[in-house]
């Protein structure tokens, strides 16, 4: 069964736009290896710079396997070069009923 998840990136000093172009290749990536579904990934930046990033994993199973595939942890290695993984709760957007949040167009 699918499981959505939502993860907030907050990146590191200088390192807005390499975090931002990593997020766009994420989905895509998952997605070429089979692990997430076909549901196109929603990213986002709040008002503080933090990335948001809305994707659907195949399943529980699928999640499990990223932590083992290569090519997912050669990415999630560049990912800790540029951010720190932070819970949605700490985006100051959050404590809003509606949180509002900028897009970050995903190319075709």
């Not at 989905?27 to 659907?56: A, C, H, T």
């Not at 399943?59 to 949605?88: D, F, L």
Request: proline share 6%; charged share 25%; glycine share 4%.
């Amino acid at each position: 069964m699918e499981r959505i998840v939502i993860v907030a990136y907050r990146p590191l000093p200088g390192k807005s736009e390499q975090l931002k172009s990593l997020s766009l290749k994420h989905w895509e990536l998952l997605y070429d290896i089979g692990l997430v579904s076909y549901r196109k990934p929603i990213i986002m930046e709040s008002q503080e710079g933090d990335i948001i990033e809305v994707f659907g994993w195949k399943s529980k199973t699928a999640m499990e396997q990223a932590h083992s595939n290569p090519k997912v942890q050669e990415m999630w290695i560049e990912y800790s070069k540029v951010c720190e993984y932070v819970p949605i709760g700490a985006i100051k957007e959050s404590e809003n009923l509606f949180s509002e949040f900028t897009p970050i167009n995903i190319p075709k």
